[in-house]
């Protein structure tokens, strides 16, 4: 019950902090107020927002260094940013990533986010047994982490096991029903749908994302790839231009970044985008 109500005033408090430290100059700002303005600027979504939570985390690691939920934010946001090439260099952002949630790791290793983004660097390097014993470990750390479920549905999701993925999900779901983070949660539970070829929940699953937050790139290429087997393919196509537009260069180049573990799911999902419209890899 107490966690039910944390998560359910959560995103207020979040929006009350950050107006508060915005009536302050930038040097006047307390190490909280730091990590509320990137947290703000994190649940956006954009690649503008994720620069400036990056600046914001920076700075704070600057003075604190061994700040893990610093860390933690600011390996999440390289992640990201690496994901969508939001950042210049894609893969030099994945690799900060994995180094700043390692340092995360060591200075508090009995904090389940850290622990949890460390996992995700894992799975986005191949490592899928790995991200998911240290996500399963995230979550004896803390139960009611929606941030452990939720990042073991994604591990499931591309190790292939859409069944657990989707069971996850819905936890992380269930113990913060307001959080931004349920965006991520509802396309992993899409991925799982599509890798079982249940196009119909895929495409849902892919609409709750964008409803939750249509900035999120991901949800609109799978809603494209299962609308084009549903036969849809206007809409797929439509999808597919907001996908494109949502991700910088080669859109091609960012889908093989994608941590599929069985080569079979990574061909049904670039089927599907090739369906509504995107163009054979030369």
Known sequence: MTNQIT???????VA?????AQAKNADELSTWERLMQAHWHIQRFTS????????????????????ATALSDLAFAL???GSFAWADDPVAAFARSREVARHAVASDDKDATAQSI???????SGRHDDAIRRLRRAIELDPNSNYAHGHLSAAYAFGGEPEAAIQQAQMAIRLSPRDFLNVIWHITTAWAHLSAE???EAADSAQRAI??????????????AASAYLGRIADARASLDVFASLIRGSLADQLSARPFRRPADRERYLTGLRKAGLPEKK
């Open 7 to 13: 998560s359910a005033i959560a995103p207020g408090i």
């Open 16 to 20: 009350a902090e950050v107006q508060r």
């Open 48 to 67: 503008e927002d994720f620069r400036e939570a990056i600046h914001l985390l920076d700075e704070l690691l600057r003075r604190d260094p061994n700040n």
């Open 79 to 81: 992640h990201f940013s």
């Open 118 to 124: 460390a996992a995700v660097g894992e799975l986005f």
């Open 198 to 200: 249940s196009f119909q």
């Open 211 to 224: 409803d939750c937050n249509p900035a999120f790139a991901d949800a609109h290429g799978v809603l494209a």
